[in-house]
């Protein structure tokens, strides 16, 4: 569990982490460098998902071997689906990461939203769903790493 005091926003007590795999985790369906390491690293403290619609069809493949508990999105309406399964989760212990539109639901219902801009960019919608806004995955799991960074950005 990851849990941080943070003046102005809330105290946190994360148990879930939950990933966009598409442009978030990775670009064209391959996994970006330096994130297994990252998810290893942090499925000690927390559990993690990835939720996607697995638009190039190879999330499944790429991480059968990964600490990540997989959810491919039935076609249609992702946005509600990956809402939905924050929820389930109890929003108040999850970290949602994303960079797209479909993502929006999911990063504003979460305790703390990021919203990724990396190599496909991001949906100027979910950097306004977002507490923080990183440049790459591999910054954002970093703060989560080292939480006294992410209260660093969320405190007042």
Avoid at 125 to 142: G, H, M, T
Wanted: aromatic residues 4%; hydrophobic residues 45%.
């Amino acid at each position: 569990m990851i849990t941080q005091s943070i003046s102005g926003f809330s105290d946190i007590s994360i148990s879930h982490l939950v990933l966009d795999y598409n442009g978030t985790l990775a670009l064209d369906g391959v996994p970006l460098m330096g994130v297994r390491e990252r998810l290893e690293a942090l499925s000690a403290e927390v559990t993690i998902h990835v939720v996607t619609a697995d638009t190039f069809g190879k999330a499944a493949d790429a991480l059968s071997d990964w600490p990540v508990f997989l959810t491919i999105l039935t076609p249609g309406e992702e946005a509600g689906q990956k809402e939905t399964y924050v929820q389930t989760l109890g929003p108040d212990n999850v970290v949602a990461v994303g960079n797209g539109r479909n993502d929006c639901r999911m990063l504003s219902v979460a305790c703390v939203g990021m919203a990724i801009t990396g190599p496909e960019g991001a949906s100027s919608p979910a950097l306004l769903s977002a507490d923080v806004v990183c440049p790459d995955i591999l910054v954002a799991l970093d703060l989560l790493k080292h939480p006294e960074r992410l209260k660093a950005t969320l405190r007042t």
